[in-house]
């Protein structure tokens, strides 16, 4: 596609309950990221994906945090028992390779927790 | 551990004025440096990214550099337009390697005035 695509773009769920957030990277890029913005906090890294290798999810702040890649493309970010404190902009993003090409980011999924 | 810094939080300026954005970060050892843009409710988009072997980066009225000595980044952008409003972020992986981890300054916010 011609640019990183979020689904949903606004998510409102009630606390304790399970939210799945959908990323499609941009087609040929290799590695791919998630990154979490709450209000008042700065931009926080959750996990990232490239190509076979094992992903970095030394980012995820609780085992209630997953994310997968499935053939190397589409990612589902997916957050177990939600608490209020999960509400956040959750931004994915995708580059050809690792760091050193040009990130691009998504719009994000803006998730609130009620 | 990295830590990067951005100073001013804010700033206002009038339209047609020449400013520089400043960005620091602690551990010098970096593979590289990018400057990203976000304008109110959007994802970033990346402005320039300066690998460490180089000083500086343009892109039309934007200009990046870079003095890994000093732990310094700024980025200067001539000519302000109401159109440049948005907050203005840095990052730069973590550790010195090739990573798409990034450790994001928590930004300055642009405001040009017409």
């Known amino acids: 596609g011609a640019g990183v695509s979020q689904s949903p773009s606004n998510k409102v769920t009630e606390k304790g309950k399970d939210v799945e957030l959908r990323c499609d990277p ?22 990232y994906f490239q190509g076979n290798s094992a992903p970095d999810k030394s980012g995820l702040p609780s085992d209630r945090f997953s994310a997968e890649r499935t053939g190397g493309s589409v990612s589902t970010l997916t957050i177990q028992r939600t608490q209020q404190e999960d509400s956040a902009v959750y931004l994915c993003a995708s580059s050809r390779t690792g760091g050193e090409n040009t990130i691009y980011f998504g719009e994000g999924s803006w998730l609130t927790v009620v | ?52 072997s180089q000083r500086e980066q343009t892109s039309g009225r934007l200009n990046a550099s870079l003095d890994k000595s000093s732990g ?28 798409g981890k990034l450790i994001f300054g928590q930004g300055t916010t642009l405001q040009v005035k017409p």
């Open chain 1, 26 to 47: 941009i087609s040929g890029h290799t590695a791919l990221y998630w990154y979490r913005q709450s209000l008042g906090q700065g931009l926080e890294f959750l996990i």
């Open chain 2, 1 to 52: 551990k990295q830590e990067v810094t951005q100073i001013p939080a804010a700033l206002s300026v009038p339209e047609g004025e020449n400013l520089v954005l400043n960005c620091s970060f602690t551990d010098s050892a970096i593979y590289n440096l990018q400057w990203f843009r976000q304008d109110p409710g959007k994802g970033l988009t990346s402005l320039l990214l300066i690998q460490s």
């Open chain 2, 72 to 99: 310094r980044s700024t980025l200067y952008i001539a000519a302000s337009q109401p159109g440049d409003s948005a907050t203005y972020l840095c990052a730069v992986p973590h550790g010195s390697g090739n990573t």
